[in-house]
């Protein structure tokens, strides 16, 4: 059973850098089949995807983010990163990471998710 | 980007009876393969989402057959023939067919 989990620091300056990882046990991250994503949720609010890696490096990004947003693998440690530039209040949100069976597919299984609070 | 929208947005349930959501998108998630790229999940309190149903009326591994999604093009359906505590929760329909985007959530807890 793959699982997924979130690391990363809590606590981000404005205008600093997000840095989030994923380690994936259970199962390859190079397994051709899957696309392995990163989704946030506001606090008390809904979900955003922001954007999803192959194993062979291809990247999709939510275009509202897309200018700030860089997911890259690591298939020799089965994990993968996000990287948030430029981070404001307003990137204040659970980060989960997930499994996408395929290009435009749904999320499953899903990390626990990790709070990153962005302040001073 | 395709707008997600659900009603009712609080949902209050009595256990053993039907419950059912609405979901609605701003565009037609019918892909010209003949499947709606419409997918529902349910985040229990506490916890992360969990998908249930994805094109639109398939039930993931595990999923409780008293769960069953339906519509096609912009109108799609959750229902839940006899709700249990379990249930309890936000449930998400999310749209799969350009860059995902979520609706909003519609809360269910008892009466």
């Known amino acids: 059973q793959v699982q997924l989990q979130e690391s990363g620091p809590g606590l981000v300056k404005p205008s600093e850098t997000l840095s989030l990882t994923c380690k994936v046990s259970?199962?390859?991250?190079?397994?051709?089949?899957?696309?392995w994503s990163w989704i946030r949720q506001h606090p008390g609010r809904g979900l955003e995807w922001l954007g999803y890696i192959y194993y062979s490096g291809s990247t999709y990004y939510n275009p509202s983010l897309k200018s700030r947003v860089i997911i890259s693998i690591d298939t020799a440690e089965n994990q993968f990163s996000l990287t948030l530039n430029s981070v404001t209040v307003a990137d204040t949100a659970v980060y989960y990471c997930a499994r996408t069976p395929g290009h435009l597919n749904y999320f499953d299984p899903w990390g626990r998710g990790t709070l990153v609070t962005v302040s001073s | 980007d395709i707008v997600m929208t659900q009603s009712p947005l609080s949902l209050p349930v009595t256990p053993g009876e039907p419950a059912s959501i609405s979901c609605r998108s701003s565009?037609?998630?019918?892909?010209?393969?003949?499947?709606?790229?419409l997918d529902w999940y349910l985040q229990r309190p506490g916890q992360s989402p969990q998908l249930l149903i994805h094109l639109g009326s398939n039930r993931a591994s595990g999923v409780p057959d008293r769960f069953s999604g339906s519509g096609s093009g912009t109108d799609f359906t959750l229902k839940i023939s006899r709700v249990e505590a379990e249930d309890v929760g936000v449930y998400y329909c999310?749209?799969?067919?350009?860059?995902?985007?979520f609706g909003p959530g519609t809360k269910v807890d008892f009466k």
């Open positions: 259970g199962g390859s991250i190079s397994r051709g089949a899957y696309y």
């Open positions: 999310m749209q799969a067919l350009q860059s995902p985007t």
């Open positions: 565009q037609s998630l019918l892909h010209n393969n003949g499947y709606n790229y």
